[in-house]
């Protein structure tokens, strides 16, 4: 994007939002940013926004000086753009599920325990797992979720209902891969922390990686779930 990156501005307006979209666009999330005028509080033209377009992130540029620009795809018109309001819910995939599938009860049950991260797709990653959290080794059934690595938004069914693409992970770091804060190295498998979190809450985060053997695993095994995917 054109202008001075993230933490170059005077006063910037909207630094942690930034990130936020540099940390989406990083794991592989659709990303889009509006453009606003102005550079900082006090110019005049600070809350004039484009009110037509959206750009569609494509891409992080991080230069060997620090600093990070994101290369825009295209422009997206307003009318183009799903509102976050439409943005599905659980409900609204149940009843999605149910109004497709009305005379196959069988694949209608599958496809709602997947969404709810229970039934045969739940049992079934946990194999994958030994019943364990991927990241900390966690084995307390109660604390962990069946989270699925592709968004169920933007997986078919089949993908929904395949336990390689899911990752079981205790509840609160699979809130921060639902809010991608965090994410995993297709190539090694490591979790990466975003920057917008604090450097103590990251720190706190890096600090709860499992021991080398639960580790050595997880890499394989992610690895395999986001080559599978890709």
């Known amino acids: 994007m054109d202008g001075p990156p993230p933490g170059k501005r005077n006063d910037p307006i909207g630094r942690a939002e930034r990130k936020r979209s540099i940390a989406r666009l990083e794991a592989g999330r659709p990303t889009y940013a509006v453009m606003r005028h102005g550079n900082d509080r006090r110019d005049p033209k600070a809350k004039l926004y484009d009110r037509e377009h959206l750009r569609k992130l494509n891409s992080v540029d991080r230069r060997p000086n620090g600093d990070v620009y994101v290369k825009v795809e295209r422009l997206v018109t307003v009318e183009e ?68 690595m592709r968004a169920w938004w933007d997986s078919n069914d089949q993908q929904r209902l395949d336990p390689h693409n899911g990752l079981p992970l205790i509840a609160n770091l699979d809130r ?48 395999a779930t986001t080559l599978r995917n890709s």
């Open 81 to 148: 753009f799903p509102a976050r309001s439409a943005k599905p819910t659980l409900a609204r995939d149940i009843a999605d599920i149910e109004a497709r599938y009305p005379d196959k009860p069988t694949t209608r049950q599958a496809l709602v325990q997947a969404r709810m991260g229970q039934g045969q797709y739940r049992a079934e990653l946990l194999g994958l797992w030994e019943g364990a959290c991927a990241v900390t080794g966690c084995t307390i059934g109660i604390l962990l979720i069946s989270s699925h």
């Open 176 to 223: 921060l891969f639902d809010e991608y804060l965090i994410t995993f190295d297709p190539d090694t498998g490591d979790m990466l922390v975003s920057d917008t979190l604090s450097k103590k809450t990251a720190c706190y985060w890096v600090c709860q990686l499992p021991c080398a053997r639960s580790q050595r695993r997880s890499k394989r095994c992610i690895c």
